[in-house]
């Protein structure tokens, strides 16, 4: 498990987008989870073996990212794993994509993948100061 | 057990449940009592300086239901607290006792703001007082 | 009862000097660490507590990580007599408290009837030490076990000569006492139980010991103080004195007060004393008013 550097991550405001990503949220949840979003992994069970061999794993700890950007091919996934004392969540609001995980407890991961190529955000519901920006080529 | 005694000073026991309607769930007004108190509350945890560092980095909209069912939950309201305990929760912040002191005072002022009579606070107070030691790492 | 004696003035620049300090504060510098009203006010001594008895509160508003530091002045005009008190205190890392308090006690016209000459003054220097042993008074709630501390003080009065003649056995002495103090939050309501080994005549001020009674002797002290509001609190307390001297009988000592806390800095305590017979003089009774400055 890799860990990048603990980045104090600086974060554009997202207020607005944050509003308007939660209504798209709440519409488009059951797709998403249905969709081409992956499933959070089982609360004991370390993460599932990688489904592609171009996995990313993240780091979130200190309620941070371990890292500010990171680059995914089209196709592949990054794997978050919880090193930190509270309970984190994923999401995406994007064009392009809209994703939204489950609650992860400490010690759980969740592995999300990116179809589709571009740039994306991902956040954190419980830590708005949280940003992990996602290239996919 | 002084909560056992009061019910039994009240004659409220399992004989008499119609005179055990009010909790201090109730007294503070219920459901809309704790939103009040709860929401005052964390504008002011919000505003406060000297908690910056515990609220710039949680989300309200996402802390505020917790907040208020964990509220309903330490006083006898009907509501299930599925969260995590205070100390599995509040570890990762080191909490020191001048900030949970700040944490309180914030929320007597809140309860003032939501027009809770001052000896109805300390009954609240009473209930929260001893996670104090699971709260404070520091 | 004259209080422009010169060894008063002293106390009232310290007092004075408080009041300005905690005026000068700004009523919302919350730098403390502890709650509003919850160390306490300063008793005739020098401890922490109410104003007659040593609570098991350390004082100030530090917390478990700091220190803080009061200062107290207090006057007292009973019907024959007056009584001052002025001094400081350290609590350390709400463990430990250090304390100074000189004691100035003033014969007035009741001086002169007793041969002293009118105005005649004695004075007292009391140094104190509580440590609190178990016990959390304000987070404890969900446990009966009260705030226990133990502690002691040292004292020394002057004017050795009169305390000869009025047959005490010694100037100097030490008391020892512990003190439980428990705030049942619930109820709004704090109660204080301090029990005392002492051969102090009128808190020390006409000495130690004497020639009725030399020994120590357990004395009882208790207080018990309603919250109001978060900055006012009533109560009463009540101390029970040795009865060492054959010149004089000594009586038990009650007050009723009420404590104002306008902010970390600065708290009133107005109160309503009985501090039982006093040389002779009658019942002495009157009304005791401290202040108290936070840092």
């Known amino acids: ?137 | 057990m002084r909560t056992l005694l009061t019910a039994i000073l009240l004659g409220c026991t399992a004989g008499t449940p119609a005179r055990c309607a009010n909790s201090l769930y109730d007294q503070l007004g219920a459901a809309p009592g704790v939103h009040r108190i709860v929401d005052a509350t964390l504008r002011r945890y919000y505003a406060d300086p000297r908690l910056h560092d515990d609220f710039d980095n949680i989300n309200q909209v996402w802390l505020q239901p917790r907040f208020e069912t964990f509220i309903c939950h330490v006083t006898d309201g009907p509501c299930q607290y599925r969260g995590r305990s205070m100390a599995a929760s509040h570890r990762g912040l080191h909490i020191t006792q001048a900030r949970f002191n700040a944490v309180v005072e914030d929320l007597q002022d809140g309860m003032d703001d939501a027009g809770v009579p001052f000896r109805l606070q300390n009954r609240l107070l009473a209930r929260l007082a001893p996670m104090e030691r699971d709260i404070v790492t520091r | ?295």
């Not at chain 3, 004695?122 to 140094?127: D, E, S």
């Not at chain 3, 049942?184 to 051969?199: C, G, M, Q, Y």
């Not at chain 3, 009420?258 to 902010?263: C, D, E, K, T, W």
């Open chain 3, 1 to 295: 009862m004259n209080f422009l004696h010169a060894g008063s003035v002293p106390g009232m620049i310290v007092v004075t000097a408080l009041a300005l300090a905690g005026l000068t504060r700004p009523a919302n510098a919350q730098e403390s660490g502890r709650l509003l009203a919850t160390s306490g006010v300063t008793e005739v001594e020098g401890a922490g507590g109410g104003g007659l008895a040593p609570w098991a509160l350390i004082t100030g508003y530090g917390t478990r990580d700091a220190i803080g530091a009061t200062a107290h002045g207090t006057f007292v005009g009973l019907s024959d007599f007056g009584l001052a008190a002025a001094g400081a205190s350290i609590g350390l890392y709400d463990r430990l408290e250090l304390s100074y308090s000189h004691d100035w006690f003033d014969t007035g016209a009741a001086g002169g009837r007793l041969g002293l000459g009118r105005g005649y003054q004695f004075n007292l220097n009391v140094a104190g030490a509580k440590l609190r042993l178990v016990g959390d008074a304000v987070y404890d709630q969900d446990s009966w076990l009260p705030e226990i501390s133990v502690g002691t003080q040292f004292k020394a009065a002057d004017e050795h000569a009169v305390l000869k003649a009025v047959g005490a056995s010694s100037p100097d002495g030490v008391d020892f006492y512990i003190a439980a103090t428990k705030l049942f939050l619930a109820e709004s309501l704090l109660v204080n139980a301090t029990v005392r080994a002492t051969k102090a005549n009128q808190f020390g001020l006409l000495g130690f010991g004497g020639d009725r009674d030399n020994g120590y002797s357990a004395e009882f002290e208790g207080s018990a103080a309603l919250l109001l509001t978060r900055r006012l609190a009533v109560g009463a307390e009540f101390r029970s004195k040795p009865d060492n001297l054959r010149f004089a009988g000594e009586g038990d000592a009650y007050d009723i007060f009420g404590a104002f806390f306008l902010n970390k800095h600065l708290s009133a305590t107005l109160a309503y004393v009985d501090l039982g017979r006093i040389a002779r003089q009658g019942d002495q009774r009157g009304w005791y008013l401290s202040l108290q400055a936070g840092f």
């Open chain 1, 1 to 137: 498990m890799s860990r990048g550097n603990r980045l104090r991550l600086g974060s554009p405001d997202k207020r607005p987008l944050l509003r308007w990503g939660s209504l798209i949220l709440l519409a488009g949840a059951a797709a998403a989870r249905h969709g081409w979003a992956a499933e959070p992994a089982p609360p004991s069970a370390s993460a599932p073996p990688s489904t592609s061999m171009q996995e990313v794993v993240v780091s979130q700890h200190d309620r941070a990212f371990s890292q500010r950007s990171v680059q995914v091919p089209q196709g592949g996934s990054i794997r978050f794993d919880n090193d930190d004392d509270f309970t984190h969540q994923v999401f995406v609001q994007s064009p392009g994509m809209s994703y939204e995980s489950d609650e992860q407890q400490p010690g759980q991961s969740i592995r999300v993948r990116f179809p589709k190529a571009g740039s994306f955000d991902v956040q954190c519901h419980i830590h708005p100061k949280m940003h992990l920006r996602v290239i996919v080529k």
